[in-house]
């Protein structure tokens, strides 16, 4: 795989063209988490998924490592699907973290990534990786975009640097 600006923007782009697939998947999580956790969560729409693709690729060191991810998982595949099964797996789990931002919104992006991959299936035909890049974007994007509550306001934990 050779990565360059070109390669990237391309990435981007087969990113955010798969809006509809992904945002339909991103509030079906937010739903069932909804439930779970019993909190009020706000659905996303494709304006709003799309542009937390452009944030995220605005990021230079980002957006190479997301192209990189996004680019390996459209393309992997293993005979038999089951030997390969970690490898997606593994790389679907860490496009998840790099797309949902640091601590602690990159473990709920890993932790989210596995509750969306349990509801995601390919097509005859599709790449074995292809369930896992949905679920991985799904994944990285609800947990980046807000709409949770506990992300709308401070931390009550956070301390004024230099207080003694």
Do not use: C, K
């Amino acid at each position: 795989m050779e990565l360059t600006p070109a390669r990237v923007e391309a990435e981007r782009d087969w990113i955010r063209e798969r809006a509809p697939r992904t945002v339909a998947l991103i509030n079906e999580v937010r739903a069932d988490l909804t439930t779970q956790f019993e909190t009020e969560v706000e659905p996303v729409d494709e304006s709003t998924y799309r542009s937390a693709v452009d944030d995220v690729f605005a990021d230079g060191d980002r957006a190479v490592n997301v192209a990189a991810l996004v680019g390996l998982l459209r393309t992997l595949d293993v005979e038999g699907d089951y030997p390969g099964f970690v490898v997606d797996e593994l790389l679907g789990r860490e496009l998840a973290a790099t797309i949902a931002g640091t601590q602690p919104l990159r473990t709920l992006g890993e932790a989210t990534f596995h509750y969306a991959d349990v509801r995601t299936r390919g097509t005859d035909g599709d790449a074995a990786g292809l369930d896992d890049l949905d679920a991985a974007l799904a994944a990285g994007f609800q947990t980046r975009l807000p709409g949770w509550s506990w992300t709308a306001t401070e931390s009550p934990f956070a301390l004024e640097p230099g207080r003694d």
